[in-house]
């Protein structure tokens, strides 16, 4: 977790999510294992209930409880950006999205990242692929 921090600190990852908390006017705390949690998020992009940008989960609504799986599903995109050098994930993270959007018609049933976060975890269902 000591290593994901570093990179997403020094890919400027977190320091992005922390700018974009605070541009959504969220209250930011830090949270378990170098994560920093968001809560209250105001701006309508994206439209996701919850988010994770570098080391910063953000949340519109109330702090999600550290074991929920939503909390774990956000966490290990955090991960996910350490291994994808920060930023670059989210143009990485948008062409899953629209390879899953053709498949499936759905933009996380196939998308790679959803994926490997865990599906259920993030309130995504697997659906089958497009005849």
């Not at 990179?7 to 949270?31: H, I, K, Y």
């Amino acid at each position: 977790m000591r290593i994901r921090q570093a990179v997403n600190l020094v890919n400027g990852s977190t320091v992005a999510g922390l700018g974009v908390a605070a541009l959504g006017r969220a209250t930011v705390t830090r949270g378990p294992d170098g994560l920093f949690t968001g809560t209250g998020y105001r701006l309508p992009v994206p439209p996701a209930p919850s988010f994770c940008l570098g080391n910063v989960i953000i949340t519109r609504g109330a702090v999600l409880p550290v074991r929920s799986p939503v909390f774990r599903h956000e966490a290990r995109h955090a991960t996910q950006y350490a291994w994808c050098g920060g930023l670059a994930m989210i143009p990485l993270y948008l062409a899953a999205a629209g390879v899953s959007w053709v498949l499936t018609g759905d933009a996380g049933a196939r998308n790679v990242f959803e994926r490997q976060a865990g599906l259920a975890d993030g309130g995504y269902t697997d659906k089958p692929l497009r005849p």
